[in-house]
């Protein structure tokens, strides 16, 4: 009889601790890309326009709860730097609120945001101008024209890329956010 007590109380806080509480997800289309839910790590952009470094504490009535970790270097008195950490008061914010999360980094990034182009077209330009000028020869004549103008466009390649390429995904057309509640109430 004692042992069915206490295997029925074992259940019962078992399930009762597991219960997270309800989630926030971050879609595009029909595939979750992100998902909030309590004792989570998230990083997003609210619709004041700060960003928030947080840990989740809780997600319930449409709401998440968090308190943001702010960690930075201060200068001791003997002259090196040493990390401080201060942590706010609870938050809560609508899921509503929102409007970006960060862009996971992938393989071959610098390509994809231009840099590569930037520094290949750009170290080409500079390196056959100290060159021209070295062996003094026209920079823009005939014969070195061709590669300066393929260089030039390279670097105009790189230079678009970054410009249309964002470091985070906006809550817009393609991605939304949906609210998942878990708790039968």
Do not use: C
């Not at 029909?30 to 839910?37: A, D």
């Not at 008195?77 to 999360?101: E, H």
């Not at 670097?155 to 470091?167: D, E, I, Q, R």
Request: hydrophobic share 40%.
């Amino acid at each position: 009889m004692k042992v069915t007590a206490l295997l029925i109380l074992l259940f019962i806080s078992v399930s009762a601790s597991a219960q997270k509480g309800d989630m926030v997800l971050i879609k595009k289309g029909n595939k979750t890309i992100k998902l909030l839910m309590p004792g989570s790590l998230a990083v997003f952009q609210t619709v004041d326009g700060n960003w928030y470094n947080s840990r989740i504490e809780q997600v319930a009535n449409d709401s998440i709860f968090f308190k943001e970790v702010i960690v930075r270097q201060v200068p001791t008195p003997w002259g090196v730097s040493k990390l401080d950490t201060m942590t706010t008061y609870l938050r809560g914010i609508s899921y509503k609120d929102i409007t970006a999360i960060p862009r996971h980094k992938n393989s071959f990034g610098f390509i994809r945001n231009g840099t590569l182009f930037i520094l290949a077209g750009g170290g080409y330009i500079v390196l056959n101008l100290i060159n021209a000028a070295y062996l003094k020869y026209p920079p823009f004549g005939n014969d070195n024209l061709p590669g300066l103008l393929t260089a030039t466009g390279i670097f105009a390649t790189g230079y678009v890329l970054n410009k249309l390429h964002k470091p985070y995904l906006k809550i817009e057309k393609k991605y939304r956010v949906e609210y998942v509640p878990m708790r039968t109430r």
